[in-house]
């Protein structure tokens, strides 16, 4: 039985459609995989469709942007209710923060490279959430850089000149949000250096307080000895281990099923949850 709880399609900023997603799940021997799009869940309808076609069972999620003390945290939910009214407010305001956020980086980026918001918006579906993956997208299609790799370590680092950050909510609050939403939430790579700083362990406690259910343990961002720690970290607070790929297409990386999650593991967020079912 293979689990994967983490991948993104081109509803944000993964390269395929949610139905390729779940494609090359079932291509991958996956028996279920969840759809993680940041700050939306407009993917889920027509992945579930794909995955009714595949004999995949599909996971509804989502990743949700949030801070903590000025650090960058990413929430997966599991199963919560998309209609809800609080969560839904949250999501929305991020992805509208996400769009001003990238006009205003493409705005700096053009005075020093050849790159221009049509360039951007030939990269993003509508409606879809934007983030710095299409930039990096429009500059290798510029030949500015070339691949999203490139871009991230030099002209959109989040220590560079260009860097502009966008609203999201905090951690704790997003977590409670996701309990509200009747969701499951687990805590996305939660050491994972080279993208930035990283909370430390009491933010963690903060967060299992209100409510987070798991650390996705297993992903190729927490090194050997993070692992180790988040193991131990995970008993302590009495929290759930995932492990996933974080598949993003040819975006990153990152392949399907290189990370999975226990089968009980799935079971429990499953029996927590009531925002939605598994469809499959
Ligand atoms: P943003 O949320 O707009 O700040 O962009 C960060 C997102 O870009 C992350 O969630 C990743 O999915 C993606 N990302 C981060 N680093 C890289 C990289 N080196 N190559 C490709 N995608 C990346
Ligand atoms: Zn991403
Ligand atoms: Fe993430
Ligand atoms: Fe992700």
């Known amino acids: 039985m293979l689990i994967d709880l983490h991948t993104h399609s081109a509803v944000s900023d993964g390269t395929q459609s949610p139905a390729q997603v779940v494609h090359s799940a079932a291509e991958a021997g996956l028996d279920v995989v969840a759809l993680t799009d940041h700050d939306t869940t407009a993917g889920w309808s027509s992945a579930a469709e794909q995955a009714v076609r595949e004999g995949v069972r599909l996971v509804p999620g989502m990743e949700i942007s949030s801070t903590a003390e000025g650090i960058s945290v990413h929430l997966l939910s599991y199963l919560h209710d998309p209609g809800h009214a609080g969560l839904l407010d949250v999501v929305e305001r991020t992805r509208h923060s996400r769009l001003t956020r990238a006009e205003r980086m493409v705005e700096l980026l053009s005075r020093d490279v ?65 309990v509200a939403a009747g969701g499951v939430p687990v805590m996305a790579h939660p050491m994972a250096h080279l993208r930035g700083r990283v909370v430390g362990d009491e933010v963690i406690a903060s967060m299992a307080d209100a409510g987070l259910a798991g650390l996705e343990v297993y992903h190729r961002d927490n090194d050997g000895a993070a692992q180790a720690h988040l193991l131990d970290l995970s008993r302590e607070l009495d929290l759930l281990v995932t492990g996933s790929s974080d598949y993003h297409g040819t975006g990153k990386p990152n392949m399907l099923a290189e990370n999975t999650t226990e089968p009980e593991v799935l079971a429990e967020i499953e029996a927590r949850a009531s925002g939605t079912r598994v469809v499959g």
């Open 114 to 178: 050849d790159i221009s918001w049509d360039d951007v918006r030939d990269q993003v579906q509508d409606g879809g959430s934007v983030g710095r993956p299409h930039i990096a997208d429009a500059l290798v299609a510029r030949g500015v850089v070339r691949d999203r790799t490139e871009a991230f370590a030099g002209l959109l680092s989040a220590r560079g000149a260009y860097y502009v950050r966008h609203y999201a909510p905090d951690a704790v609050q997003a977590v409670r949000l996701v």
